[in-house]
């Protein structure tokens, strides 16, 4: 279960060799490509941690952790 | 520049500043527990869920400093500033890997602090003394520095002279952390996080309307970037600058989570479960820190002025905004400085508590002699911050909050790598934890405190953090190898491998103290 893990070092090359980023085109929406690819990260690493989390995820999480109204049960209790 | 008082924006200010102390000192009858226990009045009785640890843990990392600090470093040197955003991507795939094994590990043996899992890890009440000695010299600045945030608010607000607002609303903060604990904050955080995301949403949009959009922003800061008396660019470029980049983004998403109060804040939460979907929600923030970047740009694009760079934000808005949303801004910065300031405080409560009155004054104190301390080091650290602002220039704080992430970073090898590794021998992690300080240290004051360093052998210039962490992990190497098992004591180790297991849902139940336990 715990290979799942090697896709949370995607960000990490993704990110720290910045030759592969530090550029100013191509542009999107005003952004040079320096800025624009490294906000896309943000999204990524997120969905990629999700992921990974529904992947290891152990048997059924608990009542408390699972359904719709979670914000009002949290902190209105 | 010179801000105006204005009188819309200290109402809409003091009436946003009137809810937040109000909740703060309610925030104590919320999931009720006995105040009277470390456990409950240093980490909420560890009850908190997804929602709620996603608000504290956003208003405590994301502190209004940084919201600060990364837009006036945008606005003075460009890209460089930028690392803020890879380092706070990077940084929740990391903690994602690490911190549910210490959160399992310390729920078991019900560790409080960082010091406290390296005596049960190595049986070494010197190494565990190191580690804490180094949060509490860490933290005292980073508070200082939200103390700075209010500061700049006040200025912005034209209320400065003086130091009485400053002392009014610290005052008021100590107390309500004082009866609350870390609940006020977890209460706080969710009016805060509120108020930041409105803003910057708001500042974002609105903004570049008015400056005719981000393509002449980004023209208007790479024109203007590199006429400055030390010239700055708005693309990185040549290996130096790079590889500082690359290490800064490293190297502080290293150190983040070596914080008290950033272990406070994940020990506090409900399960491993509720820390590991943190981490795929957490870079929401990311986001709105990479947003609040942006704005040192438009202040250049605005042709922004400012005496001290700290300024750049509060005189954006100023600029920008109807007076009634300068206050709403002004309230978030504001009151986004009181949250970390809170758990900071009280992580250092629980670090002094723990590891050195029951350590090494009063090892037989009842549980509530021990929340009993607590509360009143909470006192006297912000005390301490405090006059750390009065008496001492602004620069000594930012310059001693620089070398905390050095100074955090030493203590990876004794309390993350112990997570997954006993091989290190405790001498060595003691030795190295020295070496890296006293380097780190060095390397830093000679730089005049610039965070890189052109280190010779590599040839790159590179975080001083992370080239102290190298030599660190060296000399705890070579110890571990010279002392072989003599002194290695494996038997004082109280963690067991199966205590670590962070994909094994530990379903314990909350400790059943007090009523109306949800």
Not at chain 2, 340 to 354: E, G, H, K, Q
């Given at each position: 279960m715990r290979r799942w893990y090697l896709l949370l070092l995607v960000p990490f090359a993704g990110l720290l060799y910045p030759p592969l980023y530090a550029t100013q085109d191509p542009q999107l929406f005003g952004f040079p490509f320096f800025y624009w690819y490294q906000f896309a990260w943000v999204p990524v690493t997120a969905a990629l941690t999700y992921f990974v989390y529904r992947k290891t995820r152990s048997g059924e999480p608990s009542p408390a952790d699972r359904g719709t109204g979670r914000f009002r049960r949290e902190v209105a209790s | 520049m010179s801000f105006e008082t204005n009188a819309v924006t200290i109402t809409v200010f003091s009436a946003l500043f009137l809810l937040v102390t109000v909740l703060g000192f309610v925030a104590a009858r919320w999931k009720r527990g006995d105040l009277d226990l470390l456990d409950e009045w240093g980490l909420g009785g560890r009850r908190f869920g997804t929602v709620i640890t996603w608000f504290l843990l956003g208003g405590d990392l994301f502190t209004a400093y940084t919201f600060i600090a990364v837009p006036a470093l945008v606005f003075a040197v460009g890209a460089g500033g930028f690392f803020a955003l890879p380092y706070t991507i990077i940084v929740f795939p990391l903690v994602f890997l690490v911190m549910p094994r210490l959160w399992s590990v310390a729920s078991k043996h019900r560790y409080v602090t960082g010091p406290d899992y390296v005596k049960g890890r190595y049986g070494s009440r010197s190494l565990a003394t190191a580690i804490t000695f180094t949060g509490l010299l860490a933290t005292m600045p980073y508070i200082a520095l939200q103390l700075v945030g209010i500061e700049v608010v006040i200025q912005a607000l034209g209320i400065g002279g003086g130091h009485l607002p400053l002392i009014i609303a610290f005052a008021i903060l100590a107390a309500y952390t004082y009866t609350s604990g870390l609940r006020a904050p977890a209460m706080i955080a969710l009016v805060k996080d509120t108020l930041i995301y409105a803003t910057v949403i708001v500042a974002v949009i609105y903004i570049p309307s008015k400056l005719g959009g981000f393509d002449h922003i980004f023209s208007a800061a790479g024109d203007a970037l590199p006429k400055r008396d030390e010239p700055g660019a708005l693309i990185p470029s040549g290996a130096d600058a790079q590889v500082a980049y690359a290490t800064l983004a490293l190297g502080s998403a290293m150190a983040l989570f070596l914080y008290p109060h950033a272990l406070t804040a994940v020990l506090s939460s409900r399960s491993q479960d509720v820390v590991r979907r943190n981490m795929s929600l957490l870079p929401a923030w990311t986001f709105l820190l990479g947003l609040m970047a942006l704005l040192g740009y438009m202040a250049i694009a605005a042709g922004i002025k400012v005496t001290e760079p700290n300024l750049t934000v509060p005189a954006l808005f100023d600029n920008m905004f109807p007076s009634w949303f300068f206050g709403v801004a002004l309230a978030a910065i504001a009151i986004g400085a009181l949250?970390?300031?809170?758990?900071?405080?009280?992580?250092?409560?629980?670090?002094?508590?723990?590891?050195?009155?029951?350590?090494?004054?009063?090892?037989?104190?009842?549980?509530?002699?021990e929340s009993q301390v607590a509360k009143i080091v909470s006192l006297v650290v912000k005390a301490g911050a405090l006059a750390f602002v009065l008496f001492l220039p602004t620069k000594f704080a930012i310059d001693l909050q620089l070398l905390g992430g050095v100074w955090m970073l030493q203590t990876l090898p004794a309390v993350m790598l112990a997570l997954y590794t006993r091989w290190l021998h405790r001498w060595g992690l003691l030795a190295g934890w020295a070496a890296g300080m006293v380097a780190g240290t060095w390397i830093a004051a000679s730089q005049d405190f610039v965070p890189v360093w052109a280190t010779p052998i590599i040839g790159a210039t590179a975080y001083t953090g992370l080239v102290a962490l190298v030599l660190n992990l060296a000399v705890a190497s070579v110890l571990t190898l010279v002392l072989g098992r003599h002194g290695r004591a494996d038997e004082l180790d109280e963690t067991r491998d199966v205590d670590y297991d962070e994909l094994r849902e530990t379903r314990e139940p909350a400790p059943a103290v007090g009523a109306g336990v949800a």
């Open positions: - | 949250v970390p300031a809170a758990v900071m405080s009280i992580a250092a409560a629980n670090l002094f508590t723990r590891n050195i009155w029951k350590e090494f004054v009063r090892p037989d104190c009842s549980d509530r002699e």
